[in-house]
């Protein structure tokens, strides 16, 4: 599919670069295509870790896999072991590499490839996420992954975030390094990261100290509403978050002959609803509070045994988002007090917040400059917004003293992020691929001030 490193010869200048990533273009969008297809939810991408596997051993990267990389007991949002095994067998009628689901399998669906260039120098890591949505993707001729035969097979999951997309970036960075590592120094990390969907998978993976040797440290996102041919080097407008279900376990009775002896869960979990989203909010910064889901009962004459809440909280700073959430534990605990019925929370994913560093935000920009291939060069995007877990990865670099920051590389997009028509231009995936290229190409120039 694509050429071997060992039979090219490596770019003699950022010009040279880019015009060798052009050349991927077609093969970057053939994978991208197969991804979108066999889409995959966080903790089942099974078939995309066994082909990111693949390819990376092909392209000759040192490879630490599964367990080797997540920490089991910091997993959130696991599927049931049921689950796990079904899709391990989706996976593989799919086309799943059968040599390397041994190591994934139980939902351990992460890789790190390290590239080791025998010259001193920093450790550079980049995290791309690999899972798709828990959502079904519109099947008609309005939309071009079904016009031209890429659109999900797998009902229930489709990749309306990019992170097909962000799957294959991170492929052709590694194909690209390879190619360049005579020109490089120190050491390469490639974070191939499970379960970003619902703030999952990254903690697991820092837990797992993936990132604890990283000096300088990128993630990177297409799209999120910012324009073609616009770079953001420093990502600043993610909040902290706590994702948590919530079940309320009562008693049964006939609701018509005897409810005084029924403990109704419905009703309590009604009342935590209206509690949650009447909190106050926290003067220090933005917060958000939300219940998506609630369901309860059994039949209408009968008094509700058991209810399940989804439910998240959010923060501009990881202070405000804790004081969210545990005003809406005590919320919880008062409902199912007044209604006398019991209770049990299970986390489901979180996130931080985080602010790039400086530093890194105007390396990234001088590289994105000297590249010419954007409009407008953007340091920093302020505002609080959505989540990514991304940041205990971030947060994790820069305790021990390291640079971190997170790109998005814009596009035009045919409908918003999470939207059943979501799809994006390819054409994005070769300006990731050159920008974070050029950060390892050049690391020798940069400066803390």
Same mark, same amino acid.
């Given at each position: ?108 669906? $992460? ?44 009902? $229930? ?43 999952? =998978? ?96 059994? =039949? ?82 302020? =505002? ?31 409908? =918003? ?33």
């Amino acid at each position: 599919m694509v050429t071997e490193a060992s039979e090219l010869s490596a770019p003699s200048s950022l010009q040279a670069l880019s015009k060798r990533v052009d050349t991927l273009f077609t093969d970057l969008q053939t994978r991208r295509r197969d991804l979108h297809k066999y889409a995959e939810s966080g903790w089942l991408e099974f078939r995309t870790s066994t082909i990111v596997a693949e390819r990376l051993s092909e392209l000759g990267y040192s490879l630490q896999l599964g367990r080797e990389v997540i920490d089991a007991d910091s997993r959130m949002g696991l599927p049931s072991a049921e689950v796990l095994q079904q899709q391990e067998q989706r996976a593989l009628e799919q086309g799943a590499i059968a040599r390397w689901m041994p190591h994934f399998s139980g939902g351990f669906t $992460g890789i790190v490839a390290t590239l080791e260039t025998g010259r001193p120098g920093p450790v550079i890591g980049y995290r791309v996420d690999m899972d798709a949505l828990d959502l079904n993707e519109l099947q008609n001729d309005d939309h071009r992954p079904y016009r031209e035969g890429f659109s999900s097979l797998n009902g $229930g999951m489709m990749h309306a975030c990019g992170h097909d997309g962000h799957t294959t970036i991170g492929l052709g960075l590694a194909q690209l390094l390879m190619e360049l590592r005579d020109r490089l120094c120190g050491t390469i990390k490639l974070i191939f990261q499970p379960a970003e969907e619902g703030t999952r =998978g990254a903690k697991s993976m820092v837990a797992a100290g993936v990132v604890d040797d990283v000096d300088f440290f990128t993630a990177v996102h297409i799209g999120t509403g910012v324009p073609a041919n616009h770079i953001v080097c420093g990502n600043d407008t993610f909040m902290a978050t706590t994702k948590l279900d919530v079940v309320f376990t009562g008693v049964a009775a006939h609701a018509g002959g005897n409810p005084e002896q029924g403990r109704n869960a419905l009703l309590a979990a009604a009342q935590a609803t209206l509690g949650l989203h009447a909190l106050p909010r926290h003067s220090a910064g933005s917060s958000r509070i939300n219940v998506g889901v609630l369901q309860a009962g059994t =039949g209408r004459n009968v008094v509700p045994s058991s209810a399940m809440m989804k439910v998240e909280t959010r923060g501009a700073t990881n202070e405000v988002n804790e004081f969210i959430y545990q005003q809406a534990l005590k919320v919880i605990s008062g409902a199912a007090e007044m209604y006398q019925v019991q209770f049990e929370t299970r986390l489901m994913g979180a996130a931080q917040s985080s602010t790039p560093t400086e530093p890194w935000v105007k390396y990234i920009h001088r590289q994105a400059e000297q590249l010419g291939l954007f409009e407008e060069i953007i340091d920093r995007q302020e =505002g609080a917004a959505g989540s990514e877990d991304a940041t205990y990865m971030m947060e994790r670099v820069k305790s021990l003293g390291g640079q971190a920051s997170y790109v998005i590389f814009g596009t035009d997009l045919s409908a =918003g992020h999470h939207n059943e028509k979501f799809d994006f231009d390819e054409k994005v995936m070769t300006q990731g691929i050159k920008t974070l290229a050029a950060l390892a190409l050049n690391i020798n120039s940069f400066k803390e001030h």
